[in-house]
């Protein structure tokens, strides 16, 4: 654990500041969360490594955190030193089309880089809370573009062996909202190198909602390769975010959240049958890959009775009152309130539709059921 000599050769690493008085709530999107042993905030991937090598020789148990925008932490004394990533170098090469940015670079600052530079392939990833870093984690995904879509390499730091290298994206099993760091802690991202376009045109628009909103008809459509030039996707990818409260604003408490709290549920094509038998009318519902369907969460949530806002009545923890799939924290709930409003979100959903929906953030010291272990749902 952290004891006063361990303290004293972290401070001792150049670009490692000790922060004493923080807490996850100070950390993290939604706000909620108690204090960590002691958090590192490091400004050099050296730093970062020399921290985190420190750490795990000493077997003391640590968090990576980058914006804090995908964790649900407990309250109260949470046993873990939280290294906080800062290190945020990007750069661009214009001829390549190769963008690589430090882990702790703002997301939302190398798409507008990008995008500024007429690069093309993540602008549809606008707006997306959180640290370059942790993109791969989860394989970040929104308006038809996923991460994995550009990712070449990432540097990592592997835990086990302590070694830095840089390692292909196909070695880290990219899938929807998923990546095998995902709740493995087995390695530290400290760099990402994305393969982008560079003749200012957007990546191939392939989801509905934004294709209409860039007029793309019906014809055009067909192809499924209409492009449009990448500035202009990003400002009505923008656009349509903050109508659903997922861009990060202080003031607004409605997106004083962790993004979708529930991944959209993959279920064989029979329980899917049967789910729109129940609903008694037509559902949203997509192929992925054979036999299997994916539903939405958001349509699912508010078919089983919970509106926008709901509980309502001034309720600590509170469904966004602009859209279902995100729980928010109103102003003074605590990490509690979030995970009882979750559990009746989930429980509703599966008792009027038999589909068990599954939470996408991670969670520390806390779960959604108490058998777990708390490090993940
Ligand atoms: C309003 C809002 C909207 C969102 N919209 C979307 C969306 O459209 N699509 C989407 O996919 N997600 C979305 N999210 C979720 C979230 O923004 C992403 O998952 C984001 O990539 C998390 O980045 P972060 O730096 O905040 O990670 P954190 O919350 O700090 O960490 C999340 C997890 O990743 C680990 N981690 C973080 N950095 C690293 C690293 N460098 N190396 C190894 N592990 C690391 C942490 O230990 C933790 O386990 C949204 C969230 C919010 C609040």
Not at 164 to 191: C, G, H, I, M, Q
Request: hydrophobic share 45%; net charge negative; charged share 25%.
């Amino acid at each position: 654990m952290l004891d006063s000599p361990l303290t004293q050769k972290l401070a001792a690493i150049d670009g490692v500041e000790l922060d004493r008085e923080v807490t996850f709530a100070g950390l993290t999107t939604l706000h909620v969360g108690g204090k960590p042993l002691l958090a590192l905030r490091c400004s050099t991937r050296t730093a970062v490594v020399e921290a985190v090598r420190l750490l795990d020789a000493h077997t003391c148990p640590l968090l990576i955190v980058g914006g804090g925008s995908n964790l649900v932490v407990a309250d109260g004394d949470i046993p873990v030193v939280a290294v906080v990533i800062e290190a945020d170098d990007v750069s661009l090469n214009l001829a390549s089309g190769v963008v690589t940015a430090e882990a702790g670079a703002e997301w939302d600052d190398v798409v507008s880089l990008a995008v500024a530079a007429g690069m093309g392939g993540i602008e549809c990833l606008s707006g997306i809370p959180g640290s370059a870093g942790a993109t791969p984690v989860q394989n970040v995904g929104a308006y038809g573009t996923e991460v994995s879509d550009v990712l070449l390499r990432v540097e990592l730091l592997d835990r086990a062996s302590g070694e830095v290298s840089w390692e292909p994206a196909a070695s880290l099993d990219l899938a929807y909202r998923y990546s095998n760091l995902k709740f493995t802690e087995r390695a530290v991202v400290l760099a990402v190198e994305l393969q982008l376009s560079t003749d200012g045109m957007s990546a191939p628009l392939r989801f509905g909602e934004l294709a209409r909103r860039l007029a793309v008809s019906e014809g055009e459509d067909a192809a499924g390769e209409v492009r449009r030039p990448c500035g202009l996707v990003r400002e009505t990818v923008l656009e349509l975010r903050r109508a659903k409260g997922m861009v990060v604003e202080a003031a607004d408490h409605d997106t004083w959240s962790a993004g979708s709290f529930f991944t959209n549920p993959v279920v064989p094509t029979s329980h899917a049958d049967e789910v729109e038998a129940v609903a008694g009318s037509p559902m949203p519902r997509y192929g992925a890959g054979e036999g299997r369907e994916k539903l939405s969460a958001a349509w699912l949530i508010e078919r089983a009775g919970f509106a926008r806002g709901f509980p309502g009545g001034g309720a600590p923890a509170a469904l966004s009152s602009k859209h279902t799939l995100a729980l928010t924290n109103r102003g003074e709930a605590t990490a509690t309130d979030v995970v009882e409003l979750a559990r009746r979100i989930r429980d509703g959903v599966f008792a009027r539709f038999g589909v068990r929906l599954v939470p996408e953030p991670v969670w520390v010291g806390v779960a959604l059921d108490p058998e777990d272990s708390g490090d993940r749902d």
